[in-house]
């Protein structure tokens, strides 16, 4: 039973949004697109090298379309 102090979770629903990236960097961008990834499957272990391949095809395919930095198109993964 939670205490006081403790909010208690009665139901969640998740937002589907995009985090757009602040780094200039391909590999700091990288990193950014896989932490959102992990943490939009709840940072479950075991699936780490797959956000971080999605993550360079996402941003690999950004940075050909010419987006720029914070400008963020609808992701086209499915994630």
């Not at 909010?7 to 700091?28: H, K, N, Q």
């Amino acid at each position: 039973m939670p205490d006081a102090t403790t909010p208690e979770v009665t139901g969640v629903s998740l937002e589907r949004r995009e985090i757009p990236s602040f780094s200039t960097d391909r590999e700091a961008r990288i990193a950014e697109a896989a932490y959102w990834r992990a943490e939009r499957r709840g940072f479950g272990p075991g699936h780490e090298l797959d956000d971080w391949l999605e993550a360079e095809r996402e941003i690999d395919r950004r940075l050909a379309m010419g987006v720029g930095k914070g400008d963020v198109p609808p992701d086209q993964t499915g994630i």
